[in-house]
């Protein structure tokens, strides 16, 4: 167990839908990142989020859009789902200073 | 811009036939350079950052090194159970800490 969670672990949902993924940080981090992985296809960056605010957006489609809470969970909504758009989503966080970056165990999505 | 690569994409040893693995990255401003290990489905699993050129780390069959321009994670009479997608990063963004860059990877399989 990281310290990061991630719910769901797997989702199976139509094209055209919407869903939300959910992120836990570990305690005490303030930032999370998070990042697709298609099949065969590297980590890519989609978003940052910092004690609430976003910091750093990557190759994140306007249909996908995140924010951090007070509590510092953060969610992930896809919307307009696309085939395309399966994948592992995971989500990353990382304490103050040059710490490393722990990783949830991710959610598997599957568009159908 | 940043860019990490990785060499070989793939790499088959048979058991205890040691070998090394690359990374070399173009980054400005180097913060760390992170290795992590990932299994099929799963997260990444952090290993080791390295931070100046000379550095080393090891973790039991595994040892990171780092130079100005690459990084070599050294594999030690490998066993099966370190067959595994083995991923090298840097930080990067305006603050350096705002998402890590991967390379693609190098697959390891170690057979018995």
């Known amino acids: 167990d990281s310290g990061v969670t991630q719910t769901p672990k797997h989702l199976i949902t139509a094209t055209g839908q919407r869903v939300t993924l959910r992120c836990s940080p570990r305690s005490g981090d303030l930032s999370v990142y998070w990042y697709q992985q298609s099949l065969d296809q590297g980590l890519q960056f989609l978003i940052q989020?910092?004690?609430?605010?976003?910091?750093a957006k990557g190759n994140i489609l306007e249909r996908f859009s995140a924010q951090q809470f007070p509590d510092l969970h953060s969610e992930l909504n896809l919307s307009s789902l696309e085939l395309g758009d399966s994948a592992l989503y995971f989500c990353?966080?990382?304490?103050?200073?040059?710490?490393?970056?722990?990783f949830g165990s991710g959610t598997r999505l599957t568009v159908v | 811009e940043d860019q990490v690569t990785q060499s070989p994409e793939a790499l088959r040893l048979q058991e205890g036939e040691s070998s090394s693995l690359n990374c070399s990255y173009t980054?400005?401003?180097?913060?760390?350079l992170f290795w992590y290990r990932q299994d099929p489905g799963k997260g990444p699993e952090f290993l080791f950052t390295?931070?100046?050129a000379g550095e080393e780390k090891e973790k039991e069959r595994l040892k990171a090194t780092l130079t100005k321009k690459e990084s070599f994670l050294h594999i030690t009479a490998p066993k099966p159970e370190d067959s595994a997608t083995y991923l090298c990063?840097?930080?990067?963004?305006?603050?350096?800490?705002?998402?890590?860059?991967f390379g693609t990877g190098t697959r390891l399989l170690v057979s018995p």
């Open positions: 390295l931070y100046s």
């Open positions: 989020y910092y004690n609430g605010e976003e910091r």
């Open positions: 990353a966080s990382r304490s103050t200073g040059a710490g490393g970056y722990t």
């Open positions: 990063a840097v930080p990067a963004g305006d603050t350096g800490f705002q998402k890590l860059v």
């Open positions: 980054v400005s401003g180097l913060r760390g």
